[in-house]
């Protein structure tokens, strides 16, 4: 009897080693998880995606995107093992992911995009000066004659992605400090979406993530850029001869473009899994020539200046 119960332990023990054994780690270029990207960013992590995977057969990354507040929401909750967006976690929300068994978050620097302003071709307007973007923000300017005497368009309406999105968070931060969007302004869903409004109403200004349009050789982008026309800043630096100041690479790898901003992978990973397989993949040379070809600014590497066109 004695000797049957040992045998009956073995054969449990051994049951559970099979089992743990068979429950398979991912690994940096295997497995599958969940991350959460800044709906902005989508034309650019698409495109990253799709060279992993066929890169690595056996890695699958499932991207859900969303507004900026919400992938990182979606971090501090556990539902993705990285966020994809535009500024590094707080003090409160790193603080938020300590406490959940003393993580600590880890960021990848993959380089820098913009916020831009795009206008209906209609629009006899082109260009905007510092001030008066703090003002169409504010709701100081609401009128079109307000900007330029001869432009007849009337109310202004000023579109967005969503109320939580990282442009929002931007431009409330380094244009308003801290107050808030004027009562002109308004909230869609995506950026096609805010493209789509633009086209069809003359007198909307739309402010969307440059990924969008940067792409000049990516059907997607070309098909934006014929219905929209991208507005001029007035440029943080003294306007170089010959160079429109659109967010264009060179206007942003120089800041001289003023709504530049980061673009970082934060991870909440303990261990080197697909999730820093992932990250350190577009930190890489491939991956960062990927974001160099689609229009934005890597993090390293040279850079091409490309016009976008009226």
Same mark, same amino acid.
């Given at each position: 009897?004695?000797?049957?119960?040992?045998?009956?332990?073995?054969?449990?023990?051994?049951?559970?080693?099979?089992?743990?054994?068979?429950?398979?780690?991912?690994?940096?270029?295997?497995?599958?998880?969940?991350?959460?990207?800044?709906?902005?960013?989508?034309?650019?992590?698409?495109?990253?995606?799709? !060279?992993?995977?066929?890169?690595?057969?056996?890695?699958? /990354?499932? @991207?859900?995107?969303? %507004?900026?507040? =919400?992938?990182? $929401?979606?971090?501090?909750?556990?539902?993705?093992?990285?966020?994809?967006?535009?500024?590094?976690?707080?003090?409160?929300?790193?603080?938020?992911?300590?406490?959940?068994?003393?993580?600590?978050?880890?960021?990848?620097?993959?380089?820098?995009?913009?916020?831009?302003?795009?206008?209906?071709?209609?629009?006899?307007?082109?260009?905007?000066?510092?001030?008066?973007?703090?003002?169409?923000?504010?709701?100081?300017?609401?009128?079109?004659?307000?900007?330029?005497?001869?432009?007849?368009?009337?109310?202004?309406?000023?579109?967005?992605?969503?109320?939580?999105?990282?442009?929002?968070?931007?431009?409330?931060?380094?244009?308003?400090?801290?107050?808030?969007?004027?009562?002109?302004?308004?909230?869609?869903?995506?950026?096609?979406?805010?493209?789509?409004? !633009?086209?069809?109403?003359?007198?909307?200004?739309?402010? /969307?993530? @440059?990924?969008?349009? %940067?792409?000049? =050789?990516?059907? $997607?982008?070309?098909?934006?850029?014929?219905?929209?026309?991208?507005?001029?800043?007035?440029?943080?630096?003294?306007?170089?001869?010959?160079?429109?100041?659109?967010?264009?690479?060179?206007?942003?790898?120089?800041?001289?473009?003023?709504?530049?901003?980061?673009?970082?992978?934060?991870?909440?990973?303990?261990?080197?899994?697909?999730?820093?397989?992932?990250?350190?993949?577009?930190?890489?040379?491939?991956?960062?020539?990927?974001?160099?070809?689609?229009?934005?600014?890597?993090?390293?590497?040279?850079?091409?200046?490309?016009?976008?066109?009226?």
């Amino acid at each position: 009897m004695a000797r049957l119960k040992i045998l009956g332990l073995l054969l449990f023990f051994a049951a559970c080693g099979s089992n743990q054994s068979s429950e398979k780690l991912d690994t940096t270029t295997s497995g599958e998880i969940t991350i959460a990207c800044d709906e902005s960013l989508q034309p650019i992590i698409e495109a990253e995606e799709a !060279v992993f995977e066929s890169l690595y057969p056996e890695a699958k /990354i499932n @991207v859900v995107y969303l %507004s900026e507040y =919400d992938a990182i $929401q979606y971090l501090l909750a556990d539902s993705a093992r990285l966020a994809i967006v535009t500024r590094d976690l707080n003090t409160t929300e790193k603080e938020a992911l300590k406490a959940q068994k003393n993580i600590t978050s880890h960021f990848h620097k993959l380089g820098y995009d913009a916020v831009g302003f795009i206008l209906n071709p209609a629009n006899t307007d082109t260009s905007f000066s510092l001030e008066q973007i703090r003002k169409l923000l504010s709701g100081e300017i609401t009128q079109w004659n307000q900007v330029s005497a001869s432009n007849k368009l009337g109310n202004i309406q000023i579109v967005f992605d969503h109320a939580r999105s990282g442009a929002v968070r931007l431009l409330e931060d380094s244009v308003l400090k801290g107050s808030k969007l004027g009562k002109n302004c308004f909230a869609l869903k995506s950026n096609p979406e805010v493209l789509d409004y !633009v086209e069809k109403n003359k007198n909307a200004i739309g402010i /969307i993530g @440059v990924s969008w349009i %940067s792409d000049l =050789d990516d059907k $997607q982008s070309k098909y934006f850029l014929d219905k929209v026309k991208v507005a001029e800043v007035q440029p943080i630096l003294m306007r170089v001869a010959g160079i429109t100041n659109k967010p264009i690479q060179g206007n942003i790898a120089l800041k001289q473009y003023p709504y530049w901003r980061p673009i970082l992978a934060v991870s909440r990973e303990l261990r080197a899994g697909l999730g820093t397989g992932f990250a350190s993949f577009m930190e890489s040379e491939p991956g960062q020539k990927i974001i160099l070809k689609g229009g934005l600014v890597p993090q390293r590497s040279s850079i091409r200046t490309i016009n976008l066109s009226e």
